[in-house]
């Protein structure tokens, strides 16, 4: 059975950068980050394509400060996170899907455990 293993996580001050690693045991076409906020519903932050076209997409809450890369000798996905705010404060998961890439939750059928990544101003 596909597992995923999240690392990275950690406390910064706000502007300061911090990366996210998800492994997984098995290859699908797509990998996606999502965050989940106290008292929050779960968001999508970004998603790649991991069947080696390797397009991504991003919400626009993280644009231009978040990247998504993909390792396909590693089956990892990295989440680079940039200029963090406080806002970005939550539990991050990756997730993967067998079909279709979106940044909404029901396309996933795996999860990871989550790492909490916390940013104070």
């Known amino acids: 059975q596909l597992r995923l293993v999240e690392s990275g996580g950690g406390s910064v001050q706000a502007g300061g950068s911090l990366r996210l690693s998800c492994v997984a045991s098995d290859r699908r076409v797509c990998t996606g980050w999502f965050r989940q906020a106290p008292g929050m519903e779960r968001e999508g932050v970004a998603h790649i394509w991991t069947d080696g076209s390797g397009g991504a997409v991003y919400a626009e809450s993280v644009k231009g400060r978040f990247t998504i890369t993909h390792d396909i000798a590693k089956n990892a996905v990295y989440l680079q996170m940039n200029n963090l705010k406080p806002e970005d404060t939550a539990m991050y998961y990756c997730?993967?899907?067998?079909?279709?890439?979106?940044?909404?939750?029901?396309?996933?059928?795996?999860w990871g455990q989550g790492t909490q990544v916390t940013v104070f101003a």
């Open positions: 997730a993967t899907a067998r079909f279709g890439c979106t940044l909404q939750s029901t396309t996933y059928q795996v």
